[in-house]
């Protein structure tokens, strides 16, 4: 132990502020070594930001951190310490993968320290053993439950051995059994670290503060005191860690107490208004609910408790028909909740776990909306609003947008929204989780005056134990079914214990047969090296392959196992090869005309009959005058109408030049371009044709004007149109797949991995590219035989350049999805970003509908600075016009140089810390 | 009834103002009515327009120069003279589109009344331009010649004449055509996503939960969306056909602007269903953007709008008839180019309202098991 040594880490005068947000308000402070230090402070007062400080993921605005003796501001000097700081996001498992498997999880971890197989599979199977997952090693982390995930959370972090450990709320949500076991876990893994790992943690259940060796108490941005919890509880005189954590707090102003309210005596009614009965609910592979039976009377307050993901919610959505059930029923006042039944569901009053207010109406506009869905009349919804914005206080916050208000004052806006319409019964789905505690009793208050003067029924959930115990009667919920039922009073009396936590751990242990078996650390520790252990992870690089291969295992093992976005990218570009192949044509025929002969002679009938040979033209009804053309013409029945003049026999008898004359519909340009021209072929036809008999000598062309149709002698769109899609799908389907693939981590958080772990941003972007480079290969191949055998478009040029410009050009499409995703921050704007982005470059200026050649301006300059301009010359050419290197390989060099191009960008605009 | 379209109209300003609020989605909608629309417009890929040509000279004789020089902007770039060798590799590169080839004597062949040759190589993988522009090629060499000729001799009249006019787009301008098929482009796309994603948003911010638990129905809910959302759409088209397209681009609108928005309003009825229903499928943001790309995608290219509907195989053709956005672009057409009204594009109207209708009642069916499920 090295306690009361040089302290971990020191912080001078740091600030840190989010747009108007003020985060940390100059704050020092020098955390002791070799100690478990605790943060305590209610949600959003900074703890977060000055732990991803500590950590290094975060960017210092103001101010300097020293961790470990790195200045945490210097690069270099943050990339030496960083192998020897671990950080666990908050957020239950935000920094681990839910697809990947516990071991897989571990395992990338370790790739990302560098290690070795041999030093990775000892670590692994060390720490898997210590902390009871040896047994799920195979199980996905998102099937775990909250204990165990933490549990792989913290082997995570602790891979690489870490001299100092940084926990961001580990246990939140967690159930009480394995909050306790987790803190044990952590004092075992320290007492068997020969260096005596410095820990610092940062919680919001106060119960928990009491067992660290020294606190740090923050609010709003600034520290209101440190020492231990013996320190801190004789300065305030408080009775426990949260009492004096309340009495730490600034005087509030509008002088409530922030002491708990007591509530009276409920009322003896026995009127039942919710009934349980064996509920159960299961989804495709696990049983959710399983079972429960319980009722609540009318007036009572009701508490749901047990740890996240035990069944609160679902069994909560049961009973407001949002989920039906598998099987037991949910009644709530004597009848089911099913859809369509408007009556019952106006006198329910349901606050869900999301905040579910429209964060973008302001407060007033939120009362105001629930009203009218509510239909009181205008007069009684004014009293009833001003009512409810007195009693939840919010006069100050009425013109404010939800969405910016703090948390506390958010809850009690959705109290006020659920209650508008005076309910008889209240659901409220963890309305405190994140509140400060003195916001907390201000909203109990409020629910005990409802329950206790205006006699609604309310039904809460909640995984604090001080909250629990405010209930009238509640149940322990673990994994689906209801442990207990009781008074708070009863539950404690019921195990001989001295708090509800202690009753509901004890019930916990008894639904588990026994305790867990006692966790066998020592041993591990007292196992002597038989073989040397290596220990290579500790060697620093600036580049590792190791690194890279452990994002591209990583992210294959992903895309593998999400089955929408694996079917997208494989057969995504299929379906579309299908859809433009066969429906995008630039071959006119079918073209349908009608003829208006005001003739009828042979002459007429002759000229018309040379139409009704050619392969182009259908012909529809004849006209019988003029109006009838234009009508339809106009109702687009026929594309070209031919007009023959009453004289037009006579004229040609008599050696007089005859006229005949069209009418195209010009709607569609390029249609009405083609008609024109294959009138006017089918009209030299005509003249040719020896079967005419005119008066005078046919006028011989002087010139022979030979077109030929080079590389496409059937001039047959196809030929040029499948090879130009392949060059089109393959641009967007990987752009858009590696895009979200980066943005996606930044969404979940996953990100975070990035900043602190010796990973470079290099070895990041390259190690998720990679997979959907191969992704974009495997695409290639199906589109490639599709365009053979589906489409009969053969490859006349060599295969091998082909091959090579595709997968040049792939890893350019890739990187151009990576260069858009650095300044995406969600995944739809990455998505709409990319294909935005794509899409017309590709489509309008890189010789997809007009050559390249024909350009000018603008357009032309984003086409040379898209890859797909050089890539298209490369399919058509090996394709349709029969090429080989000598033809293509500028092409190829050119999109060579794209790939630094794209890379290099994309490392500047991709942060190596969080601003 | 009346509880019913007081609950769909409140639930409709609601999300007017979410809309609103979301950055995304509103530079969307003003992207694609204005870039995306003006891109398309002055795309000049309906047209031949500056198609790159060279000429192989063998002859060097004033009536070759005449051909060379009588190829003009803006449907050609001036010619450029380069050797038979060159041919193939310039051509192989795409460089150029189009190489004349006028033989040795050509000049004197032609006066002598022999019937030379002039042969126009075409790059036939540049489709349109290579349709359209060897049909300009075959007639401007032919004229020069004619002329080149007819200095010397009576002009020679032929028996018959053909005299082609073009209805509705006199000048066969591209920009008349993609401008509007751009627009409607546009709708499709934005009907789906803002539709789908006022589902999506709601039930990422647990407000979905909140409303099904309210007394208020699926039906309600579902028709607030659409009429909000395609409120701000068809405000949307109405602002870019005025002054995206007629102002900016300057392309003239014949028929009835106030037949083609109802025509729209009809159409975004659907497309907001369909929407809708892609939101009840979709988990997630991206989910919504992957599924809007494989549904979107085909019913936009295949409509008409791109290509016509009579190039393709029937059986496509057949099947395009089920969707609406096929009606939809040939009732814009039919109204926007020729002028046509309501007499002749009622069958269009009535199938995009069938259609939609189906769609919604399709949509209503999954809607709240969808949701619900979805959300635990």
């Given amino acids: ?915 | 009834m009346v509880r019913s379209l007081s609950n769909i109209f409140w639930l409709g300003t609601k999300e007017l103002r979410s809309l609103f609020g979301d950055v995304v989605l509103i530079g969307l909608v003003i992207y694609s009515f204005t870039v995306a629309v003006i891109s398309q417009a002055q795309s000049s890929s309906q047209e031949l327009h500056r198609a790159s040509i060279a000429v192989v000279d063998e002859d060097n004789s004033e009536l070759s120069r005449r051909i060379a020089a009588a190829f003009l902007p803006p449907y050609f770039q001036r010619p450029i003279s380069i050797t038979q060798r060159e041919v193939e590799p310039l051509m192989n590169s795409g460089r150029f589109t189009f190489v004349l080839d006028i033989p040795p004597n050509f000049q004197r062949d032609v006066l002598a009344g022999r019937k030379p040759s002039v042969q126009v190589n075409v790059d036939a993988t540049a489709m349109i331009q290579a349709g359209i522009g060897s049909g300009y090629a075959l007639q401007i060499i032919t004229t020069e010649v004619a002329w080149f000729v007819a200095r010397s001799e009576v002009p020679v009249q032929a028996p018959v004449n053909l005299v082609t006019r073009i209805a509705f787009n006199p000048n066969i301008t591209t920009a008349w055509f993609e401008g509007v098929m751009g627009i409607i482009n546009s709708v499709t796309m934005l009907a789906i996503i803002l539709a789908g994603a006022a589902l999506v948003r709601e039930r990422e911010h647990g407000t979905m939960d909140h409303l099904l638990v309210m007394p208020l129905s699926p039906f309600e809910i579902a028709m607030s969306k659409i009429w909000a959302n395609a409120l701000v759409i068809a405000v949307a088209v109405a602002v870019a056909l005025y002054v995206v397209v007629r102002w900016y681009l300057q392309v003239p609108i014949n028929g009835s602007v106030p037949l083609f928005l109802s025509g729209t309003v009809l159409y975004l009825f659907f497309a907001t269903a369909v929407g809708l229903f892609l939101g009840t499928i979709a988990r997630s943001m991206p989910q919504l953007g992957l599924l809007y790309i494989l549904v979107a995608v085909p019913m936009n290219l295949l409509s008409g709008a791109m290509t016509p509907v009579e190039s393709q195989p029937v059986w496509l053709a057949t099947i395009m008839q089920a969707s609406p956005s096929t009606h939809f672009v040939s009732f814009a057409q039919s109204i926007l180019y020729r002028g046509a009204g309501l007499d002749v594009v009622w069958p269009q109207f009535l199938a995009v309202a069938g259609i939609g209708a189906l769609v919604l009642a399709l949509t209503l069916r999954r809607f709240r098991a969808a949701i619900a499920a979805a959300g635990a």
């Avoid at chain 1, 320290?113 to 799920?136: H, N, V």
């Avoid at chain 1, 260096?195 to 609010?219: C, H, K, P, Q």
């Avoid at chain 1, 009073?489 to 009753?503: F, N, P, S």
């Fill in chain 1, 1 to 915: 132990m090295t306690s009361g040594e040089s302290p971990v880490a020191v912080v001078r005068e740091v600030s840190q502020r989010y747009r108007d947000v003020v985060a940390l308000d100059n704050v020092s402070i020098a955390i002791p070594a070799g100690y478990v230090v605790g943060l305590i402070g209610p949600d959003g007062v900074g703890k977060s930001s000055l732990l991803s400080i500590l950590a290094g993921a975060r960017a210092i605005q103001s101010g300097q951190a020293v961790v470990l003796g790195a200045d945490m501001a210097d690069r270099r000097a943050r990339e030496q310490v960083c192998p020897r700081i671990a950080y666990m996001p908050q957020g239950l498992g935000k920094n681990l993968y839910p697809d990947l498997s516990v071991r897989e999880n571990i395992a990338f971890f370790a790739r990302l320290f560098g290690q070795t197989r041999a030093e990775r599979d000892w670590r692994i199977a060390e720490l898997m053993e210590a902390t009871a997952l040896s047994d799920f090693a195979d199980r996905p982390a998102k099937k775990l439950s909250g204990g165990m995930k933490q549990k792989l959370g913290l082997c995570c972090s602790l891979i690489h051995d870490p001299d100092f450990l940084i926990l961001d709320e580990p246990t939140t949500g967690v159930d009480p059994l394995s909050r306790r076991q987790f803190w044990d876990l952590i004092d075992r893994l320290r007492a068997r670290s020969a260096t005596g790992m410095s820990v610092i943690v940062a919680t919001a259940y106060m119960e928990e503060a009491e067992r660290f060796d020294w606190l740090i108490a923050m609010n709003e941005g600034r520290i209101l005191a440190t020492g231990t919890p013996a320190e801190l509880k004789a300065q305030t005189g408080g009775g426990s860690i949260e009492a004096a954590f309340v009495a730490l707090l600034p005087q509030r102003p509008d002088g409530r107490s922030a002491d708990m309210p007591e509530k009276s005596e409920l009322d003896g009614s026995q009127e039942t208004v919710i009934v349980a009965r064996d509920l159960t609910c299961r989804f495709a592979d696990f049983t959710a609910v399983d079972g429960v039976n319980f009722q609540i009377r009318k007036g009572e307050i009701f508490g749901f408790v047990g740890s996240n993901g035990c069944g609160k919610t679902t069994t909560m959505k049961m009973l407001t028909g949002l989920l039906p059930p598998s099987a037991g029923e949910a009644l709530i006042f004597g009848r089911s909740m099913e859809a369509g039944n408007h009556e019952s569901r106006s006198r329910v009053g349901y606050m869900s776990q999301a905040f579910s207010l429209y964060g973008e109406l302001t407060v007033r506009q939120n009362l105001v909306l629930h009203a009218r869905l509510f239909h009181l009349p205008s007069a009684e919804a004014e009293r009833r609003i001003a009512e409810l914005i007195d009693r939840c206080d919010l006069t100050e916050h009425i013109d404010g947008l939800a969405a910016d208000l703090p948390l506390g004052i958010r809850q009690r806006l959705s109290l006020a929204v659920a209650i508008v319409h005076k309910p008889d019964l209240l659901i409220l789905d963890e309305p405190t989780s994140g509140v400060d505690p003195v916001a907390r009793n201000q909203f109990w208050r409020l629910l005990i005056e409802l329950s206790r003067q205006d006699a609604m029924t309310i039904f809460v959930s909640t995984h604090f134990m001080n909250e629990a115990a405010r209930c009238d009667r509640l149940s322990l919920m673990h994994e689906g079914r209801v442990l207990a039922t009781d008074t708070p009073d009863g539950l404690i009396r019921a195990k001989g214990v001295q708090t509800l936590e202690q009753a509901f751990i004890a019930f916990l242990e008894q639904d588990a047969g026994v305790a867990d078996p006692p966790v066998t650390l020592t041993q591990a520790k007292a196992d002597p090296d038989p073989i040397d252990r290596p220990r290579d992870g500790q060697r620093r690089s600036a580049f590792s392959l190791r690194r890279l291969l452990a994002y591209t295992i990583r992210e294959g093992l992903e895309l593998v196992r999400d089955p929408i976005r694996l079917m997208f990218a494989l057969f995504g570009t299929a379906f579309l090869m299908i859809v433009i192949g066969f429906g995008i044509s630039t071959d006119v025929n079918n073209l349908t005309f009608a003829a208006l002969d005001r003739d009828q002679s042979p002459e007429s009938r002759a000229y018309l009959a040379e139409l009704r040979g050619s392969r182009y033209f259908v012909e529809k009804p004849p006209l019988a005058d003029y109006a009838e053309l234009e009508r339809r013409m106009k109702s687009g029945d026929i594309k070209a109408s031919i007009e023959i003049p009453p004289d037009f026999g006579a004229d040609i008898k008599r050696g007089r030049p005859a006229f005949v004359s069209a009418w195209i519909d010009g709607a569609m340009p390029f249609r009405a371009e083609t008609i024109r021209g294959y009138l006017e072929g089918t009209h030299q036809l005509y003249l040719s044709d020896p079967a005419v008999k005119t008066t005078q000598p046919q006028a011989a062309s002087p010139v022979n004007v030979e077109i030929r149709f080079k590389y496409n002698q059937a001039f047959d769109s196809i030929y040029a149109m499948a090879p130009s899609t392949i060059a089109l799908l393959l641009a967007l389907f990987p752009a858009i797949l590696m895009a979200l693939a980066v943005v996606r981590e930044k969404e979940l958080g996953s990100i975070t991995n990035l900043y602190v772990t010796p990973v470079t941003r290099l070895e990041f972007l390259l190690g998720k590219q990679l997979p959907y480079v191969a992704v974009a290969l495997v695409n290639f191949a199906v589109m490639y035989v599709m365009a053979i055998v589906l489409f009969r478009v053969p490859l006349k040029g060599a295969f091998l350049p082909l091959l090579v410009g595709t997968f040049v050009y792939v890893f350019t499409t890739t990187g151009f999805g990576m260069l858009i995703s650095t300044f995406c921050r969600t995944q739809i704007a990455a998505l709409f970003g990319t294909a935005i982005l794509t899409v017309l470059p590709a489509t309008q200026f890189s010789g997809m509908l007009v050559p390249v050649s024909s350009l000018s301006g603008v357009a032309r300059v984003i086409g040379m600075g898209f890859p797909m301009t050089y890539y298209r010359p490369i399919t058509v050419g090996t394709f349709t016009k029969g090429l080989g290197f000598a033809d293509v390989g500028a092409d190829i060099l050119v999109l060579l140089v794209f790939i630094p191009v794209l890379t290099g960008l994309s490392l500047l605009m991709l942060p190596k810390q969080e601003r």
